[in-house]
């Protein structure tokens, strides 16, 4: 009993450690107020991803959901919001649903890899400031730099697309669904913001790193990425996806500057590691191995 409640309490202590870092915008402010260089180049980043992702969001929302609605004869809002994708659309057998839902998730990971771009660049460039060692990434011509980022994206979103089928499953669970789908989607989103950090280090260019954190740090975790997840939730789909899209680079910084050791928490968590990714590795293991061989070359360091 007694080692139970001191892992509730040490858990809760890492989830709300969690959510205090998710919210520590102060320490990304100060060091671009001390910096106006780092301040400048964060700026541009910003402007950046702002202008690139707006268009991106704009041409989706406005014009291929539309004419996927039309296509389909379904309302725009049950195509492009997986939280109205019931388990009645299932047992009905409404296979151009499932087809839409897949479709536009797709769309949206795609739309997303520029944002995952700036966010990487303005992780280094924080990373570099607070003089934190940096992996750096091997030289590459600009054809394999483009294969290494969309195979490695589209393995990624393979891993972590299955978190996000099962939140879809777990939101129809009667009176705990909404919870269940939040707290998935926060672990989703905690990988995407802690990612950008992660590849910038030699242990955690692997995808298998990046996986193993959440499921034995998932409290910390849950905890950094619940606020963002609610409010992507709470908000209307359009709004919440464009808020996510603007601000995922400032959730980056928040990730380099909450780099933590968790030993200090007293307590590892190997024996209650959450497996919530084991589909999607072996989903993405398997892709990964029947991807063009070049391309297998190149993402074979990073997905092990």
Known sequence: MNHLKQAVHENALRFFTGMKDCLAVQHVIAPLGDNYRLSARISALMALNAAVYTSCFIILHWLIV?????????PETIIEDERRFTLHIVTGHKLLRITALIVIANLKAL???PVYQVSSAASL????????????????????????TVSQSMVQFIVTFSLFLIAVVASWVPVLGHLFFCCLIAWRMSFFFHS???????????LAFKTRQIETQWAYYLGFGIIPSLLVYILPTEIGDLMFGLLHPLFCLLAVTAARDFSAFGVTCSDTALPVFAPGKAAGELVAAHLPRRARQLVSAAVG
């Open 196 to 206: 950008t950090n992660w590849d910038l280090t030699e242990a955690g260019v692997k």
């Open 66 to 74: 539309p004419i996927l609605s039309s296509f389909l004869a379904m």
């Open 125 to 148: 460039a924080f990373r570099t400031e607070l003089q934190l060692d940096t992996n750096e990434q091997p030289p590459r011509s600009w054809t394999d730099r483009i294969i290494y």
């Open 111 to 113: 739309i997303l890899i």
